[in-house]
């Protein structure tokens, strides 16, 4: 066991666990921030990402001790402190169905869209390229990470965050 | 809650739905109701509605509160088909409430709600009416409470959004004002409350966004994965890899002394493939640390008899049987061989396609509480609550009255939530923990435990007369079974989506027909995958039908009407209804209209089953190397008069041919020495979002027909109008399972 110093979604949280607890469940068991998502536990399905230093990682391939002085953002945290564009996008094209894989599904496109506000079809195939979802949700995504740039293109908060 | 002695109401001769009413002394209100529109539909146990003063509780599904908030419960389980949105939605539009003002509720598993089970695509044909009625129901009380406060006649009174208005003065009172007023109402016959006429619809039929969506994209609490209580420990079970195999010992003491692990045991289990099998439970401080311990858990089982169950073995087997007589006939018209000896040719196709898992992006998980009292409470993402509290009172001996349990959303269905395993397991583990306890599968306990799609083998010959119409039609099913010993006799039922029903298409339509079906015995578990036996047969029987139109040298879509209209009056079939549909797509898709270079192509297929019809045209790409890109799928679809929520309604049908082409292009499992070998996504694909295809276009028919689900029947028609088209764009015919079998190379 080890002592770890996490800085997720602006607070500070000190853990006690061995050191080679997945980042996954240091979230989930430890601090109860279940809106990140076992899915395969290999690195296979998107449904853990999570942003160390706004790059998108899969946190149940990421050891806790690797994390380091990275910053940690979650789902939870995604739309601090307002709603993300995404989520919004999400929302209004009602993209969810089981909803299982996609905390996974808007860190990837929000890392996309944080590098290219007006991606193309094939710029969000690649950056989501690695989220799976069960229930087909794929073309709405596509459409809602569209929709997400359009709003942040709409809003002041959009175009701060650009720049 | 206490049971009510029923007051029966003689069923009308149509076995319609009614409803019966009764009032409680102390001012409560009942509305039990009873519809059997299908065979498994239950009645609706009364139950007095716990309410508090003021308060309006019509039914077990409605509450108005004083300050005019409704809340409506969902009573069915939530699995990402967007029932918990529909249903609701029923219930508002008949009630004449703001949407936006309504709190929806997720209701446990009680007898109060009737039938709790999201399964065969009949949540919706099951409750549609029904909830109609409640909602009418408790509209009509509210606007015969307006008008007696008023003393004016109720016909001047009219609902709108939560608000009754008497009409010739203007005057309004809000729901919550008269819920008190509203509650000491008789309750009126629910048979003939005023229906809203289609036109009238507010809610059903508009784009309306899942309940749940703000609190998915936040990253909420939602699943059963992510039930946590206090005090609670974290559980994994190890089971045999060959199914059915005993835990003969285990290394339980040093996997007891490792970190965080608070103890290790055997549960004996049961015989029961489907049920609590026998396995080796580890429970930790963290599902991490559970994890962990399992790594170093061993365990020397007996393995059972199924440890030489191998997929190469059952292709042998079904091979052998091809021509055979099947172990049973399960349809012999006309004269077969007669007509084959008469058909001016013969053709003749093998067919195949593998065991399949469900692969729900949440794996199977379950959270227990077995309390001092004996009781035992459990929180499970199932589509069939009632199935687990059956099975853990079967196997743990706890009696059902004891056991309460929770709803809870569920990260995929698709039929493997029907199953009661996990919860048992849960059950069995926190029986011998004096805390709550969660079951978390890893994603390969989920794939190599499953219930699986069965596999199966189709070895068609027909007989065409010389304008190329099929005379004689022969199919021999290979299929399989968990072999069962009865009274001394070993019978062999086919597992589930392993049957073939004999009025399946074409079946009933050729003179010259027989249909045999013989089961292999295994050890795979099976179960039901979404759109059972539809799922594989419309493939084989679309795809063959297509065979014979080019062997006939016609055009496919032509060829099947003909076929189709050879028999127009097939009971459960509604031979005008697929026509009008096949018509229907190939319109909107442009069918035999259009030129397509080499390497592209369009396929046709239809099917019907749980109740639903649907056509569908694909088009696709083929590069002259083999990649394929489902360029664009038209989708048309008869469920019936109304669609409630076009929104969730799409969503079913975009996400059923996306999972029908990732099942036809590259899913499979691998069976060698009774093992599954597939674990993961790594060696089990799933669709990825470049594999969507480009265009998908719906068109819903809306018809005279009673309301019906669509989570299943536009799942099976898609693998056959895409291997169609491939056809059509290469010449290279797909009869196996998955696409990876077969080179599409074309140049
Ligand atoms: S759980 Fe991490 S990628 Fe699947
Ligand atoms: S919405 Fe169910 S897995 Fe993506």
Redesign the interface.
């Given at each position: 066991m080890g002592i770890f110093t996490l800085v997720i979604n602006g607070a500070r949280h000190d853990v006690d666990v061995a050191p080679e607890t997945p980042l996954l469940w240091v979230l989930r068991d430890t601090l109860g921030l279940v809106g990140t998502k076992f899915g395969c536990g290999i690195g296979e399905c998107g449904a853990c990402i999570v942003h160390l230093d706004d790059v998108p990682a899969k946190s149940c391939r990421t050891t806790v001790a690797s994390v380091g002085k990275r910053r940690v953002t979650t789902i939870e945290g995604l739309g601090q402190p307002t709603r993300h564009p995404l989520q919004q996008a999400w929302v209004e094209l009602d993209v969810p169905q089981c909803g299982f894989c996609q905390p996974g599904q808007l860190m990837s496109a929000a890392a996309l869209l944080r590098e290219n506000p007006q991606p193309t079809d094939k710029d969000i195939e690649e950056a989501l390229a690695g989220n799976l979802c069960r229930c087909g949700t794929y073309p709405r995504i596509v459409a809602g990470v569209h929709r997400a740039a359009e709003i942040a293109a709409a809003t002041p908060a959009g175009k701060k965050e650009r720049t | 809650m206490n049971t009510l002695p029923s007051h029966a109401v003689p069923a009308d001769p149509n076995r319609r739905a009614f409803l019966r009413t009764a009032t409680l002394a102390g001012g409560g209100l009942l509305l039990g109701c009873y519809l059997a529109p299908l065979a498994s539909a239950a009645p609706i146990v009364d139950v007095p509605q716990r309410r508090k003063p003021d308060e309006f509780v019509p039914n077990a599904f409605i509450r108005i509160a004083a300050t005019g908030v409704v809340t409506l419960v969902s009573k069915q389980p939530e699995?990402?088909?967007?029932i918990k949105t529909a249903l609701p939605m029923v219930l508002a539009e008949e009630l004449e409430v703001d949407w936006r003002d309504v709190v929806i509720v997720q209701g446990d598993l009680d007898p109060v709600y009737g039938r709790q089970i999201a399964g065969g695509s009949t949540s919706t044909p099951v409750n549609y009416e029904n909830f109609r009625r409640l909602g009418a129901t408790a509209r009509t009380m509210l606007l015969q409470a307006a008008a007696e406060i008023w003393q004016v006649a109720e016909g001047e009174c009219v609902a709108t959004l939560g608000t009754i208005v008497h009409r010739p003065s203007g005057r309004t009172l809000g729901y919550g004002a008269l819920a008190s007023k509203a509650a000491e109402r008789p309750v009126p016959d629910a048979t003939k409350v005023v229906l809203k006429t289609a036109k009238d619809f507010a809610l059903m039929g508009r784009?309306?966004?899942?309940v749940?969506?703000?609190a998915?994209?936040?990253?909420?609490?939602?699943?059963g994965?992510?039930v946590?209580l206090p005090g609670m420990r974290?559980a994994v079970y190890e089971k045999c890899p060959v199914f059915g195999g005993t835990v003969v010992s285990a290394n339980l003491d040093l996997v007891r002394a490792l970190?965080g692990v608070l103890d290790a045991f055997i549960i004996a289990g049961t015989d029961d493939l489907t049920g609590l099998m026998p396995g080796v439970a580890i429970v930790a401080e963290?599902?991490?640390a559970a994890?962990?311990a399992r790594k170093q858990l061993r365990v020397v089982w007996d393995e059972g008899k199924y440890a030489n169950d191998d997929w190469r073995g059952f292709i042998a087997q079904a091979e052998a049987l091809a021509d055979a007589p099947g172990a049973t006939r399960l349809r012999d018209d006309g004269d077969i061989a007669a007509g084959m000896a008469a058909a001016a040719r013969t053709v003749e196709a093998s067919y195949r396609y593998p065991f399949i898992a469900h692969?729900?992006?949440?794996?199977q998980n379950c959270t227990a509480w077995f309390k001092p009292d004996g009781s035992l409470e459990i929180w499970a993402p199932t589509q069939n609550p009632a199935a687990g509290q059956t099975l853990v009172t079967a196997v743990l001996g706890i009696p059902k009255e004891k056991i309460t349990l929770h709803l809870i959303?569920?990260?995929?269905?698709?039929g493997r939530r029907l199953s009661a395993d996990y919860i048992a397991e849960a059950a069995a583990i926190a029986q011998r923990v004096s805390a709550p306890v969660k079951l978390?599968w890893?994603?390969e306990d989920d794939m190599r435990h499953d219930h699986y799609r069965p596999g199966g083998f189709h070895f068609l010959r027909v007989g065409l007369d010389a304008k190329g119409r099929v005379v004689a039609w022969r199919d021999h099913f290979v299929t399989f079974a968990n072999a069962r010993t009865r009274n001394g006799k070993t019978e062999l039922r086919p597992g589930s989506g392993g049957h073939l029903s004999p009025d399946e298409f074409p079946g009933r339509w050729i003179d010259h027909c027989r249909m045999e079906e013989t089961a292999l015995d295994c050890g795979i578990p099976m179960g039901p995958w979404r759109a059972p036996g539809a799922n594989a047969f419309a493939w084989v029987f679309q795809s063959f039908i297509d065979e014979l139109a080019h062997a006939a040298g016609q055009d496919p879509l032509a060829y099947s009407l003909a076929l189709l209209n050879r028999r127009p009056n097939a009971t459960g079939y509604d031979v005008g209804r697929m026509t009008r549909l096949l018509a229907h797509v190939a319109d909107k898709a442009a069918w035999g209209k259009k030129k397509f270079p080499r390497g592209q192509g369009a396929g046709i297929a239809f099917h019907y089953c749980h109740r639903g019809y649907v056509a569908q045209v694909a088009e696709v790409s083929v590069a002259p190397h083999g990649a394929l890109k489902v360029d664009r799928v038209v989708v048309a679809v008869d469920i019936g008069a109304q669609i409630i929520n076009l929104?969730?309604a799409e969503?079913q049908v975009?996400?059923?041919?996306?999972?029908g082409l990732?099942v036809l292009a590259q899913q499979e499992l691998d069976i060698r020495q009774g093992r599954i070998v597939q674990g993961?996504?790594?060696d089990y694909p799933?669709?990825?979002?470049?594999?969507?295809p480009t265009a998908?276009e719906i068109h819903f028919l809306q018809t005279d027909n009673p309301v019906t689900g669509l989570g299943e029947p536009v799942l099976p028609p898609l693998a056959p109008a895409v291997c169609n088209a491939i056809f059509a764009a290469t010449g290279v015919r797909i009869r196996q399972l998955p696409l990876t079998q077969t080179s599409l190379r074309w140049a």
């Open positions: - | 699995t990402g088909q967007g784009r309306i966004g899942g749940d969506n703000a998915i994209v936040a990253g909420e609490a939602l699943f994965i992510d946590r974290y970190p963290s599902t991490w994890f962990s692969a729900c992006l949440e794996p959303r569920s990260g995929g269905g698709f978390t890893s994603r929104s969730g969503a975009e996400g059923s041919v996306i999972d990732s993961n996504f790594g799933l669709a990825g979002i470049a594999d969507r998908i």
